[in-house]
Each structure stands twice: as structure tokens, then as C-alpha cells.
């Protein structure tokens, strides 16, 4: 499995991004997994972002993006998609997508629950 992630760049502060990250994998595989979302700022550990089941009927999100910030995919593409909406200075950070091997509902928030990463896409809030 191999992880693509996209669309980051510099925006001012309450402007929009949208994240992709494109999934390489055989077949139907894509859609055995759970998607998450991570960034990190420099200094500072990785965390938890949004997460979707891999039938995306579930969601869930950090404390500092919800209600900001939607996560969704497309399985036939492939792709997990971050709509990332008002934007704040303190969001600026490296964001990584991850894939977990995961048929159920429940999301997980740990970095060490997840089995592939993306190479990162960088995310620059201006004030």
C-alpha cells in the first residue's frame, strides 16, 4: 500500500484547503481500510487530525479541527479527501495521511494503530 498525499501550500489565515491522498493498492483493498489524517508541527509530536472508516460512515476528528475541518472518501477512486476550512495560523504543519487495516467502526487516534503512511504535504497558515 502506498500513500500520495497533496494539496498543501500557504494560505492567510480563514482560507481553504483541500488535502488528497491517493491510495495505491491492489483491487478492492482500498476500501478494507481506515483512513486518518495527522499533522505535525515542528517541535511537536504528531497528532491525530480525522479519521473514516473504511466505509465512511463513520468520523471522527481532533478537538482543534472539528466543526473546521471535514474528512471523506471516494473508494472507487481510491482517495481520502481533508477539506480544510478556516484556517488558523496554529493549524501550519507537515499533514500525513495513514491506512489501518480496518473492517469495523471504530476509529483510532494513535499513530502506532496505523499500518502505511504518506510521505507528508505541507500545510503554511499565514497570519
Known amino acids: 500500500v502506498q500513500l500520495q498525499a497533496s494539496g498543501g501550500g500557504l494560505v492567510q489565515t480563514g482560507g481553504s484547503l483541500r488535502l488528497s491522498c491517493a491510495c495505491a493498492?491492489?483491487?478492492?483493498?482500498?476500501?478494507?481500510?481506515?483512513m486518518g489524517w495527522f499533522r505535525q508541527a515542528p517541535g511537536k509530536e504528531r497528532e491525530f487530525v480525522a479519521g473514516?472508516?473504511?466505509?465512511?460512515?463513520?468520523?471522527s476528528y481532533g478537538d482543534s479541527v472539528a466543526g473546521r475541518f471535514t474528512i471523506s472518501r471516494d473508494n472507487a477512486k481510491k482517495t481520502v479527501y481533508l477539506q480544510m476550512n478556516s484556517l488558523k495560523p496554529e493549524d501550519t504543519a507537515v499533514y500525513y495521511c495513514?491506512?489501518?487495516?480496518?473492517?469495523?467502526?471504530?476509529?483510532?487516534?494513535?499513530?502506532?494503530?496505523?499500518?502505511?503512511w504518506g510521505q507528508g504535504t505541507l500545510v503554511t497558515v499565514s497570519s
Open positions: 495513514a491506512a489501518e487495516f480496518n473492517v469495523g467502526t471504530v476509529l483510532r487516534k494513535v499513530t502506532g494503530a496505523y499500518d502505511y
Open positions: 473514516i472508516s473504511w466505509s465512511g460512515v463513520s468520523t
Open positions: 493498492v491492489s483491487g478492492r483493498t482500498f476500501s478494507r481500510y481506515a
